[in-house]
């Protein structure tokens, strides 16, 4: 699993969502080691440069963090997880308990979600890569598919140069698209994690949802929540300042910060 770790003090793992990688909460690091925190962000599985073999599979991720917990001879840590990221966060609390000192998931549930990206599935594998020579026109071939402006930009992060010049996908396109529908599912069965953990919801986002409180609970009985009013779903990157005070804010109050 490509990492990287910096800084001193309590350690926290930064995770990113879907079609990211460990460059996506790069600021929110950064704040979290002014604030006296170590922080080790990782690529997750089909994305970055980790590999996937076979699907994604939550529980088998949650494994693969568990090894480089071991690796890198880290006692306990804390972690943050968007999206995705948050979803294997969780599983990963859930499987661990005793590393985990606090989770914060910010703007996912541990639900089953109805398949929202298949705009996106259908519109990468289209992409005409061999007619490509600069990212802005793979960003105009996907608007021509159906995607905005803000998330073509985002998805082409992903296109990498080769030795002769042309674009290639640095996620693994197929086994992410193999893999939605676990992706999108609910998260495997597992008791409770007991430890604290802080869900943090953006005011105009419909990830986190009245509706799941109860599973939410039931897996996280400390749980509270959190909104930042004003953001969607990305709500990291457009309230960058506000969620990194809550996360500085959260993590430090935990036993072992």
Wanted: charge should be neutral; charged fraction near 15%.
């Amino acid at each position: 699993m490509q990492y990287q770790w910096q800084g001193d003090g309590p350690t926290v793992v930064v995770i990113h969502g879907l079609f990211g990688d460990l460059d996506n909460l790069a600021g929110c690091a950064s704040a979290l080691r002014e604030a006296g925190f170590a922080t080790l962000r990782v690529s997750l599985p089909g994305h970055g440069g980790s590999p996937l073999e076979g699907l994604f599979q939550f529980d088998q991720v949650a494994e693969q963090l568990e090894q480089l917990r071991q690796q890198l001879q880290i006692d306990r840590w804390s972690l943050l997880g968007h999206s995705l990221g948050g979803k294997v966060a969780m599983t990963y609390a859930q499987m661990f308990p005793a590393q985990v000192d606090g989770l914060l998931v910010a703007d996912i549930a541990p639900v089953a979600y109805g398949r929202r990206h298949d705009t996106i599935l259908t519109a990468l594998p289209r992409l005409e890569l061999t007619a490509i020579s600069q990212r802005s026109q793979a960003q105009k071939q996907l608007q021509q598919l159906g995607i905005d402006m803000a998330t073509a930009a985002f998805l082409t992060k992903n296109l990498t140069r080769d030795a002769q010049g042309g674009f290639h996908w640095r996620i693994n396109l197929a086994a992410i698209i193999a893999s939605y529908d676990h992706i999108i599912g609910a998260l495997p069965p597992l008791p409770p994690f007991l430890g604290p953990v802080i869900m943090v919801k953006g005011e105009q986002s419909d990830y986190i949802l009245a509706e799941h409180r109860a599973e939410i609970l039931s897996r996280f009985p400390q749980a509270r929540a959190h909104i930042i009013n004003g953001t969607g779903h990305w709500l990291h990157a457009e309230k960058p300042a506000q969620f990194n005070r809550l996360a500085i804010r959260f993590f430090r109050s935990l036993p072992n910060s």
